[in-house]
Structure formats: C-alpha cells, structure tokens
C-alpha cells in the first residue's frame, strides 16, 4: 500500500510517499524557517502564507514519478500545530481526497514523529528484510513545541506518563539561543557550537547551569528556568564573560542531562522492549549519545532506535507511516484542524 503523507503543521511544507509504512519512495520539504529567522521566530501568520505558496509545489514534486493511480491513501497532520497552517494541509488533503476518491486518515502529529522510528534508511541494497520496533515500547518525543513520555503498548495503544511542565526541550534551545544572539531555530546552531567546544575542552565540566526536576519522582520536565540561569551569563554588562561556544554547550548539556535522566528511570521503571526517541531534539548528536551510553552503562535490555537525523525534524514520511500502521479511514467531510490536541489524544 502506498500513502501520501501531507505535513503543514507549523514552518514546513511536507509532502510523502511512503511504501508499506517503511519505504519511503518521495520525501519532499520546503521550510520558511529561513523567513521566521528573520523575526527571531514563528510569526503564525507569516508560516501559514508560506504554507499557502508551498504547498502545490512540494505535492507536485512529490508525485513527479508517481500517479494518482498508484497511491492508495492520503495521509494528514490534522494537529497539534498553528491553526492557519494546519488548515492548508487539511484543506488540501480534504480537495484531494474528493477530487480522487482516495480515503483519508486523519493523524496526530506528534504521535505521528514516532514513526520515524519504523522508516527504512541506509543502504538500500543491504536491506533485506527491516528489523521493526518492539512493543511494548518506550518513546520520548522532544520537538520545538512538545516534550512528551509515553508508552506504547501497540499500534493506537499511547499512555503518556510525564511532560514539561512549561516550555519544550526544543524551545528550551531555542529561547537560550535567542539570548545567545543566535539565529531561529537555535537549536541546531547550539549543536554545532557544542560539539566543537567540547572537542577542543574534552575536560571542562559543564556544570553552569541547573538541571531543573531531576530529582523529583515524576516524569515531568520544567525547563524554563534555564532562560532565567542563563541571563546572568548573556546580559551585555556581564560579568563571567564566558564565550557563546562554552554557553552553547553548557546549555546542551543541561538539556540532555534533564532528559537523560528521567528516560532512564522510565525505562527502568515500565521495562519497554524497544525505546524510541523521536521529534526535532533527537537530532541532537550529544543526546543521542548520552542517551547510547547511559543505557548501556545501566546494562539496560532495551533496543533503542532513533532516526537518522533528516528524519527526526517536520517532515511527512513518519505522517505516512503512521497512517499504515493505524489505518483508520475517515470522509473527507469529518476532517478538522485540531490545532491544541495532545499526544495521547486520538484524532
Ligand atoms: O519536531 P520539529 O522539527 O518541529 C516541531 O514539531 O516543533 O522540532 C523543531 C525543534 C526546534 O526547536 C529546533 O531547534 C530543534 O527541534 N532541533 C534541534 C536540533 N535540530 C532541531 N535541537 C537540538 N539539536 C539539534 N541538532
Ligand atoms: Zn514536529
């Protein structure tokens, strides 16, 4: 079965066409994080004209190789995100489905990241059969906007068991980059500058800033604190004058520690078969790594998967793949935009 994937949930203008859930045969994204950067962040409005300009180039890159005849299904992000970009995809999805007669599934853009997870990259000639995640499973999705835990006993079985209280581990980067002076969306810049601190001081101890919650019981994150920690050492007249490199790292590490931590517990807690990170965050090298080591150091019997990086960002492979695996058609008429929904909510 193939399915077309549409994705317009915030910046990015997403289209896909994804084989059996797992083989992606188009992947097409077009991002006005270029233009958002230029106000510092996402003005809502601003995103949903771009959507408006995107959106009938990427579907008509996405189907350059492949008719209408050959797609069997429209899948689309119907929320959580910004309501005037989330209605052009929907309103999109909905005009195909009743010009192509093609049934519609409706899904949750969050759950929908962790399905980057069963998407099959590498070499495509050594792939002969794809080793599929095990349920039941763990997964942590960290994206600009959500930080979510949540147990998956199966396909359409989400329990969620702990969240940030305040801001998102992705706004977390991008807020302490703002302060920074770096450019939106910090958070792949901190990266960048983290690693090469860290290369050239493999012995500095980041230890600057709080590690907000890990302490307390719950499986609940709060990291708006880190902003206020950091303005001591970004305001103009301060006086620590350590270097944007060192801050970058300090707050990447803070970030990764927090959320390293609580994981490890959750997952010593609900032993999952397979731990699944997902959402932009997990393109973060040190957290991928962090996470890598510390389950290994715990001798954790957990498979952990993470997407390749291209994968973890917006895009509308995973949106593909989730219709696959829980394919539940609705008319094009029943379609809404559900801009506020959270991650165990079914759409
Ligand atoms: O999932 P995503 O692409 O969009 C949302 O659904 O929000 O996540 C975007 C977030 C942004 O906050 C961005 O700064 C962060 O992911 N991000 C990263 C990295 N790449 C993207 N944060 C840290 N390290 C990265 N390499
Ligand atoms: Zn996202």
């Known amino acids: 079965m193939r399915i077309l994937g549409i994705e317009t949930s915030a910046d990015e203008t997403a289209a896909a066409i994804v084989e059996n859930g797992t083989k ?9 994080a270029e233009i958002q950067s230029k106000t510092g962040g996402i003005i809502p409005e601003n995103a949903a004209r771009q959507q408006i300009k995107y959106i009938i180039p990427v579907l008509s890159e996405t189907l350059k190789k ?8 429209i899948a689309i992000t ?95 980067f991008d807020k302490g980059g703002r302060l920074m002076g770096l450019p939106y969306p910090a958070g792949p810049v901190i990266s960048i500058l983290a690693e090469k601190y860290r290369n050239e001081n493999p012995d500095t101890v980041l230890n600057l800033l709080p590690r907000p919650m890990i302490k307390t019981d719950s ?56 731990f699944l990170l997902a959402g932009g965050v997990a393109a973060n090298t040190r957290l991928r790594e962090k996470l890598k080591s510390k389950i290994d150091l715990l001798y954790l019997d957990v498979d952990f998967r993470v997407p390749i990086p291209e994968l973890c960002t917006d895009n509308a492979s995973y949106i593909a793949s989730f219709a696959y695996f829980n394919f539940k058609p609705i008319s094009w008429e029943k379609l809404i935009a559900s801009p506020s929904i959270s991650i165990a909510d079914k759409v």
Request: net charge positive; charged share 20%; hydrophobic share 40%.
């Open 24 to 32: 992606i045969l188009s992947n097409v994204i077009a991002s006005s």
């Open 66 to 73: 492949y008719t209408w005849q050959k797609i069997d299904a």
């Open 78 to 172: 119907v929320g959580p995100g910004l309501i005037g970009s989330l209605l052009v995809g929907v309103e999109t999805a909905k005009t195909l489905s009743y010009l192509t007669n093609k049934k519609i599934i409706p899904v949750n853009h969050l759950v929908g990241h962790i399905y980057a997870n069963w998407l099959e990259t590498g070499d495509k000639s050594k792939v002969t059969r794809i080793r599929l995640p095990k349920f039941p499973a763990l997964a942590l999705v960290v994206s600009g906007g959500h930080t979510d835990l949540i147990q998956m006993k199966n396909h359409g079985k989400v329990t969620w068991i702990g969240g940030t209280r305040d801001d998102a581990a992705g706004e977390a």
């Open 219 to 274: 499986f609940d994150w709060s990291f708006s604190g880190l902003k206020t920690a950091l303005i001591k050492f970004t305001t103009e007249t301060n006086q620590f004058k350590i270097p944007t490199e060192r801050l970058a790292a300090e707050v990447q590490e803070a970030i990764a520690d927090v959320l390293v931590d609580k994981t490890m517990r959750a997952i010593q807690k609900y032993r999952p078969r397979s």
